[in-house]
């Protein structure tokens, strides 16, 4: 039977440092914390990649909502715009009976008067009383938008004959018919 020599000197004080049995026994925990933090890791980076999946899948849908309701505006814009042109509201207070005026007069802060006013032209002033029909604005020609309930405009709804007053010169005028709140 040949035995180890026994260490001498410095190597028997490096010896004692060294545990012989136990090196084995440490290491298992280890391992198994090593094991258990990649995998947490792993499993948290899934985690977080999911989530950052969703969040883009919603931000696209946002961001195409956003898109369609911008093109909803502009379009509405538009409308606005063509309606509010002076030769398109000049066209629809024709079609209302409605005439360019005279020459108007102001009132100064002291009460003067400043300006001489002038009758509309007699061209101008209506002569009878208009059809209802004509007091109506046209269809409206804007194409409909999907989802949306359709608008009433005050163009769109017909004016009712109590609510028109013939003014003098023969011209018609229109009292306001909507009701005061709370009453």
């Keep these: 039977m040949s035995s180890k020599p026994a ?39 899934l985690v977080l990649n999911s989530a950052l999946s969703e969040g883009s899948f919603e931000l696209d849908d946002i961001q195409r909502k956003t898109k ?12 606005i715009d063509a309606y509010s042109a002076p030769d398109a509201l000049q066209r629809r207070a024709r079609e209302l009976g409605m005439v360019p005026g005279g020459d108007p007069a102001f ?30 604005a046209a269809p409206s020609t804007a194409p409909a938008t999907t989802g949306a309930l359709p608008a009433a405009t005050p163009s769109s709804t017909p004016a009712s004959p109590a609510a028109t007053t013939r003014a003098p010169g ?14």
């Design 7 to 45: 260490p001498r000197g410095r190597a028997a004080r490096l010896a004692r440092l060294i545990p012989a049995g136990r090196a084995r026994a440490a290491r298992t925990p280890f391992v198994l914390l090593v094991v258990l933090l990649l995998g947490g890791g792993l499993l948290g980076l």
């Design 107 to 136: 009132l100064g802060p002291d009460g003067s008067v400043k300006g001489v006013p002038s009758a509309a032209p007699r061209s101008a002033v209506l002569t009878g009383p208009r059809a209802p029909e004509a007091l109506t």
């Design 170 to 183: 023969g011209a018609l005028r229109s009292a306001p018919t909507t009701p005061t709140p709370g009453r």
């Design 68 to 79: 369609s309701l911008t093109d909803e505006e502009q379009a509405l814009q538009r409308d």
